[in-house]
């Protein structure tokens, strides 16, 4: 059966989305590269161009998002994260991810978001996930 609430999905009562970093990059990641339907329907948002507080579903829960990179310049490999209100920053948590045959599927990188004008950081925090070999479906 199928929930919605502001075009977000809601799962059954009882149900918790908790994937692993692992299943993420296999069952979630990979197959969105390849254009294969993903076993849960993960909301696509612009997080890096978002202030956390206006991305949908309930501020309150942990939400996933897929995401489009969108690059700071035109000619450049760095990702743009600012927002209207602030800017996602970097921390030195970045870690490899490894599936159970301990073989490298990326990295998971967290960001916290500080806001421009105080220049504080907040308590908004998010986990970026990259593959490391994503395999492209040719059209």
Request: charged residues 25%.
């Amino acid at each position: 059966m199928d929930f919605r609430l502001n075009d977000f999905l809601r799962m059954n009562q009882g149900f918790r989305f908790e994937p692993t970093d692992q299943e993420l990059m296999v069952h979630y990641l990979q197959p969105k590269i390849q254009s294969i339907p993903l076993p849960y329907p993960i909301p696509e948002a612009d997080v890096c161009g978002s202030d956390p507080w206006n991305l949908p579903g309930d501020s309150q829960e942990e939400r996933y998002f897929l995401c489009p990179v969108e690059t700071k310049y035109p000619n450049g490999t760095r990702t743009n994260r600012t927002t209207p209100l602030g800017r996602w920053k970097p921390t030195n948590a970045s870690k490899q991810v490894v599936d159970s045959e301990n073989k490298h599927l990326g990295k998971k990188k967290t960001f916290v978001f500080y806001m421009s004008k105080p220049g504080s950081n907040t308590d908004w925090f998010m986990h970026e996930y990259k593959l490391a070999n994503p395999i492209h479906v040719k059209s």
